[in-house]
């Protein structure tokens, strides 16, 4: 295998292995939400901050976007990456409006 294919390989893998915690922390914080009766809309609302970034981070630009065969073709309505996609694009942080870019 020549170098530039190992190297693209290794890439992959590691955007795979990012991807999967990042996954693993939308997963906690939708735990935690769904768990929170403390009423303090700060709180939920960094929770549900932390889901739409956690979920979005691999499909976004950046050094570790995974390939466009891993971002969801099919967007039924009311799915989860519509719904954050819309989400991440209507927030007002800068941070977030960048999640909802996703590029396939």
């Known amino acids: ?15 795979l292995i990012l991807a999967a915690e990042d996954m693993d922390q939308a997963t906690a914080a939708a735990t935690a939400l769904r768990a ?5 809309a700060a709180w939920r609302r960094a929770l549900e901050t932390a889901i739409a970034v956690s979920y979005m981070r691999p499909f976004t630009d950046g050094a570790w976007r995974l390939p466009g065969k891993y971002v969801p073709k ?31």
């Not at 295998?1 to 955007?15: H, P, T, W």
């Open 1 to 15: 295998m020549d170098e530039a294919k190992r190297r693209g390989l290794e890439k992959l893998q590691e955007s």
């Open 36 to 40: 929170d009766t403390s009423k303090d």
């Open 74 to 104: 099919r967007h039924p309505p009311g799915t989860s990456t519509v719904v954050l996609r819309t989400y991440a694009t209507r927030s007002t942080p800068t941070a977030i409006k960048r999640v909802g870019e996703v590029r396939t």
